[in-house]
């Protein structure tokens, strides 16, 4: 249920992947519509950032949760 619930959270925001946003990104890059510069500032930079703060901190409260209900016998 909580997988769930994070997926649509993820999706309805529009917050990119940096493997899978790359792939469309680099396609572009290749056809020449965006900048090797374009793709590393505007989209690899942030993206890369915002997947390492969403990885760590979804890591994190999991790990919480679990030892949190292992204190509680729960």
């Known amino acids: 249920m909580t997988h769930s619930r994070l997926g649509c959270c993820i999706g309805w925001c529009s917050f990119a992947h940096i493997i899978a946003g790359s792939v469309d990104v ?3 890059v290749n056809i020449g519509a965006v900048s090797w510069f374009t793709y590393l500032v ?3 930079l ?3 950032i ?3 703060i969403g ?3 979804l890591v994190a ?3 919480f ?3 949190a209900s292992e204190r ?3």
Do not use: K, R
């Open 26 to 28: 680099l396609y572009l």
């Open 42 to 44: 505007g989209f690899m």
């Open 46 to 48: 942030p993206t890369l």
């Open 50 to 52: 915002g997947n390492i």
């Open 55 to 57: 990885g760590v901190s």
């Open 61 to 63: 409260a999991l790990n």
């Open 65 to 67: 949760a679990q030892v």
């Open 72 to 74: 509680l016998g729960t």
